[in-house]
């Protein structure tokens, strides 16, 4: 059993940054692997970058340039550390963790970035 907290969300203006903190309870180094999706207002959820256990990252298109990932094993904590933050980035993003056979969602929290 995994449970994954965020915090960091916020206010923000366009060209902004703001840096989303996962939390997970219990060792995260078998969590493979850890990331991020966001849902926007009537949109589907969507992915926004993952991390692998080994640090492998991959990234959603909209994404890449701007935004980092990472991951302290030792403080099990995911990261993402937004940058140039646009409009389009204003969503509810959720920590996402898949340890097999189950998948783990946090809570949410919310980015509102304004023009």
């Known amino acids: 059993q995994v449970q994954l907290v965020e915090s960091g969300g916020g206010l923000v203006q366009a060209g902004g940054s703001l840096r989303l903190s996962c939390a997970a309870s219990?060792?995260?180094?078998?969590?493979?692997?850890m990331g991020w999706y966001r849902q926007a207002p009537g949109k589907q959820r969507e992915l926004v970058a993952t991390?692998?256990?080994?640090?492998?990252?991959n990234y959603a298109d909209s994404v890449k340039g701007r935004f980092t990932i990472s991951r302290d094993n030792a403080k099990n904590t995911v990261y993402l550390q937004m940058n140039s933050l646009k409009p389009e980035d204003t969503a509810v993003y959720y920590c996402?963790?898949?340890?097999?056979?189950?998948?783990?969602w946090g809570q949410g929290t919310q980015v509102t970035v304004s023009s």
């Open positions: 991390i692998s256990s080994g640090g492998s990252t």
């Open positions: 996402y963790a898949a340890l097999f056979p189950n998948d783990y």
């Open positions: 219990g060792s995260i180094f078998s969590i493979n692997p």
